[in-house]
C-alpha cells in the first residue's frame, strides 16, 4: 500500500506561482511512476505530469508544458509540482499519483492517489 499526501494549494492570481508538494509513504520500494492529475468542475480528471520514481524520466499535458516542472527526491520520499505563469483554467484539485508499473509516458490510470488540494488561479 501506497499512501500519498499532497499539500500547498491556495488562491494565487493569474500569472503567479504555486508549488505543490507530496509526501510519499508506505510501500515506496513498490513504486515506479508519480505524477500528478487535477479535476477542474464539471471536468474528468486529467493527466497533468509525472515523473520516474528513481529515474529521470518526464512527461507533461501539452496545456501545461513549459510552464509546470515536476521533481521528486525518493530518499526523502517527496515529489514537487513547480506551477508557474498560471492561468485561471488551471484551477481544480490537484492530486497526487503513484503506480508500480512504468507508465510515466503514457500517463495512463495510476493505482494510487492523495486527497487533492485545491488550486483556485484568479484573473
Known amino acids: 500500500q501506497v499512501l500519498l499526501a499532497e499539500s500547498g494549494g491556495g488562491l494565487v492570481q493569474a500569472g503567479g506561482s504555486l508549488t505543490l508538494s507530496c509526501v510519499v509513504s508506505g510501500s515506496t520500494f513498490d513504486v515506479y511512476s508519480v505524477g500528478w492529475f487535477r479535476q477542474a468542475p464539471g471536468k474528468e480528471r486529467e493527466f497533468v505530469s509525472a515523473i520516474s520514481w528513481r529515474g529521470g524520466s518526464t512527461n507533461y499535458a501539452d496545456s501545461v508544458k513549459g510552464r509546470f516542472r515536476i521533481s521528486r527526491d525518493n530518499f526523502k520520499n517527496m515529489m514537487w509540482l513547480q506551477m508557474n505563469s498560471l492561468k485561471p483554467e488551471d484551477t481544480a484539485v490537484y492530486y497526487c499519483?503513484?503506480?508500480?508499473?512504468?507508465?510515466?509516458?503514457?500517463?495512463?490510470?495510476?493505482?494510487?492517489w492523495g486527497q487533492g488540494t485545491q488550486v483556485t488561479v484568479s484573473s
Open positions: 499519483v503513484a503506480d508500480p508499473r512504468n507508465i510515466v509516458t503514457i500517463g495512463g490510470s495510476f493505482e494510487y
